[in-house]
């Protein structure tokens, strides 16, 4: 089973950067497609950015298109989120999730249904 961990989260102030990792253990990354995502209090769970295997796809949405930055490492068997300018509505627990690639990923790569392998997320505070 594949295990994901999160890490990099905390506190930061408006217009600043924070770097998520989500190291996996269990089963070699380099099957999986990534994704990260987050969720705000009372709100949904939303994409916020995926890679696929080889990292030659990625997509975000308009939200963070920009500003957050996916990269994975697969030697290290390691994902990366780069987040910059970070506005208080980024406020959120940021997850790490992987799943194995099938045709319908690149149709809804940034849908939690597509995912079936979760970390138990990092906190993400932006605030003044």
């Known amino acids: 089973q594949l295990h994901l961990v999160e890490s990099g989260g905390g506190f930061v102030q408006p217009g600043g950067s924070l770097k998520l990792s989500c190291a996996a253990s269990g089963f070699s990354l380099d099957y999986y497609a990534v994704g990260w995502f987050r969720q705000a209090p009372g709100k949904e769970r939303e994409g916020v950015s995926c890679?696929?295997?080889?990292?030659?796809?990625?997509k975000y949405p308009d939200s963070v298109k920009g500003r957050f930055t996916i990269s994975r490492d697969n030697a290290k068997n390691t994902v990366h989120l780069q987040l910059n300018s970070l506005t208080p509505e980024d406020t959120a627990v940021y997850y790490c999730?992987?799943?194995?690639?099938?045709?319908?990923?690149?149709?809804?790569?940034?849908?939690?249904?597509?995912?079936?392998?979760w970390g138990q997320g990092t906190q993400v505070t932006v605030s003044s």
């Open positions: 890679m696929s295997t080889t990292g030659g796809f990625t």
């Open positions: 999730a992987a799943t194995i690639v099938s045709d319908g990923w690149y149709d809804r790569p940034l849908d939690v249904n597509e995912y079936d392998s």
